[in-house]
């Protein structure tokens, strides 16, 4: 089990979240989330053991930088894990409000916050292995910026993060995580952005 703890950002930037794009200020001032690792079905991108990798990638239409979807939607982007690049899908699949004893083991850093739950798939669209990758989905309050509080850890039984494992090299391959999130009272977690690489300044954004 990954150690728990919750700290607080004094600086919170504004992901600014529109009808069809948003953005955030500089990448490091102010992250909301927790450094981990997202139900659609697996969605067929041809048999891998005849494509190369990346084969169909240039078949899918990459999500561009900036754009705003709804829960349940799917965002097509470029991904790089050390060395190797290649094109996954990620679709947040819902965002769930927890209960106060959620957070209980995760300190004083903790008390009087509210959870919420972050439930997303991931999906290998190119088929390049990208064998024990993970990802790191930041949360967006309903006002449109981040939250300000950074979480790690999971919560047993109901929100627990999880990376790709060794099958995770083929077209098609997908798997299911869930990051544990928080907020101060008052404000509400309703969406979630993916800020990594190439999406640092406009990141994608799926807002409820």
């Not at 067929?44 to 829960?71: C, F, N």
Request: aromatic share 8%; charged share 20%.
């Amino acid at each position: 089990m990954r150690g728990r703890g919750v700290a607080s950002i004094a600086m919170v930037a504004a992901v600014t979240v529109g009808l069809s794009a948003c953005s955030s200020s500089d990448e490091g001032t102010a992250r909301a989330g927790v450094e981990n690792e997202t139900t659609a079905a697996s969605t067929s991108a041809g048999d891998a053991s005849s494509a190369p990798p990346d084969s169909s990638a240039s078949e899918q239409e990459i999500t561009p930088p900036g754009t705003t979807l709804k829960v349940g939607e799917t965002a097509t982007v470029p991904y790089r894990y050390g060395e190797s690049e290649g094109t996954i899908a990620i679709t947040v699949t819902d965002i769930v409000k927890g209960e106060k004893g959620d957070l209980a083991d995760f300190g004083d850093g903790a008390e009087g916050l509210v959870p919420f739950f972050v439930k997303y798939t991931v999906e290998n669209v190119g088929g390049t292995d990208l064998a024990y990758s993970s990802l790191n989905l930041q949360a967006v309050a309903s006002d449109g910026d981040y939250t300000g509080v950074f979480v790690t850890g999971d919560v047993e039984g109901k929100c627990v993060t999880a990376s790709a494992d060794a099958d995770f090299s083929t077209a098609g391959a997908f798997y299911e995580s869930c990051s544990v999130q928080a907020a101060h009272p008052g404000r509400e977690v309703a969406g979630a952005a993916f800020d990594r690489d190439d999406y640092s300044d406009d990141p994608v954004v799926w807002m409820k």
